[in-house]
């Protein structure tokens, strides 16, 4: 069923076209992949689907049970806001709805398995992870028929991200994601959209099927060059054949010549790819002796030391707040350590790639913003290039070098801000989260540049696939202070892991209970601890099953407040099981 239609739908900005003519249809449960360039115009798009952007021209059709719930890009939140009165955060006060109760319920469930347990915990205090999820459990709790979800990868750590990449994938909803994270679009979308041209178009299957079709569609964009450069070639002949062959009346076939060479132009600017020159390494490259940092009383860096070689590539794992960029601060140092010592070789200059980019004027035009640095920048080759054929090698035309930075997407000031970085010849890259915000064309561009790059990397990413590509060895975040080395890629590190956890539980499950642990409980408490799991266990399919059905249209009002009312009591009930089984298995234990 078709719950969300467009016919011949366009949108300016600010003198801008970003699309035009478009026409397309949205299913009931369609899980759909949204990419394109940076600028291209994908939160605009998004926002005339929600209806909050009207169109320029064409009509945006929606069923009538159609129910929409939004992750932003940018959530903003009001100052001192506590994290539970974020579940109906704009909405006026007094407003009550039907099914509120189900989901404020659902909200505080979504928060738990998140790890926001504090409901009255500030806002204000919230590192942008938290704020991520915070906003996930808000969009989740909705029970919305169709997720619009805008970079939802973004600040969260691995291991949300899985999470979040199993609840997609089993969903009843349909949703549209914008996203970066390969893995992610290719582990739970059923479609692709691209936007391109001023062109929205669908493809069917997941990311993978979308590069076998795009890889076709190069194919025959290539076949359409080399009939334009052959045309070009024999209309080229016809114009130096002298003046008699060029009368006014071939004024047409004059402009089609200079059509059909601009068209080549615009293809050459569109495939330049991402280089800088590099300073060699000297043989002592970094040492870190048993540097330590905490904050407060919380310490976030126990004593680690660690000798870095010429070369190296190492990715940096662990949850949210376990200490990574504070890390990559001590290495940098930018943030002294409070025992131990950073030891830098003579040679060695770092490139901090932060995750933000936060301090830029944004008064300041693209090449403003690059002559700060310098007029010219070196090249491998001995040779230099101008600030603005640097420019263009990083995917900046001349037509944009004008433009206030102010006036660039989300995606366009990170790229700005990474071209800046490279041309100052770091040979030793500090990258956090260096893929936040870029598109799927600009990621893939970084990535074979940092593949060929010769000096050292020190990595902080929630992109899967560039962790694959790119690490070779991790240093891994307990988010206690304890930093371990792990030799592998990333999946490696996966596999490895649930390996060892798979071990755990089969001892645990295997290995009999001693005499002693369970003379602690009585016969008929035995009993009862026994059973509890299977218990809790069966009150959480509910409470899942329930979930579900609060997603769907309501067709009967009377069994949906009767659904609501056992919710709550399911949630009551698996409270107070797990507290009891909290309690036998501590007394089990002694």
Known sequence: MNVLSLDNVSKTLVDTPLFEGVTLGIDDGEKIGFIGRNGAGKSTFLRVLQGTLPTDTGSVSRHRELTVSVLEQHPDFAPGATLQELCFHGRPPGDDQPGDAAVRDSFRSFCRELGLMDPDASVDSFSGGMLRKASLARCLSRGARLLMLDEPTNHLDLETIEWLEALLRRASFGFILVTHDRYFLDAVCTSIMEIEGRKVLKYPGNYSRYLELRAEREEMRERVEQRRVSILRGELEWLMRGPRARTGKDKGRKQRIMDLRDAGVQKEMAMQEFSSHHRRLGRKVLELQGVSRSFDTQRVILPFSYSFRRGERIGLLGPNGSG???????????????????????????????????????????????????????????????????????????????????????????????????????????????????????????????????????????????????????????GRGGIRGFTGSYEDYREAAEEENAAVVTQATAAPLPRKERTSLSFKERKEYELLLSEIEGLEKEQKALEEAFQRAVTDPAAFQSDQRRYGAVLKELETKIARWEELAGRAGT
């Open 324 to 478: 990574k960029t504070t890390f990559l601060r001590l290495v940098s140092g930018e943030l002294p350590p409070d025992a131990g010592a950073v030891v830098k070789g003579a040679n060695t200059v770092f490139g901090h790639y932060e995750q933000t980019s936060a301090g830029i004027d944004p008064s300041l035009t693209v090449l403003d913003f690059m002559q700060q640095l310098a007029e010219r920048v070196p090249r491998e080759d001995g040779g230099s290039l101008t600030a603005e054929q640097f420019l263009e090698r990083f995917l900046f035309p001349r037509s944009m070098h004008g433009i206030r930075i102010e006036r660039l997407s989300g995606g366009e000031v990170r790229r700005l801000s990474l071209v800046r970085l490279l041309a100052t010849g770091p040979n030793f890259l500090l990258l956090d989260e260096p893929t936040n915000d870029l598109d799927l064309d600009t990621i893939r561009l970084l990535e074979e540049y940092l593949a060929d790059f010769p000096g050292c990397i020190l990595l902080v990413s929630h992109d899967r696939a560039l962790l694959d590509r790119l690490t070779d060895y991790l240093f891994v975040f307990d």
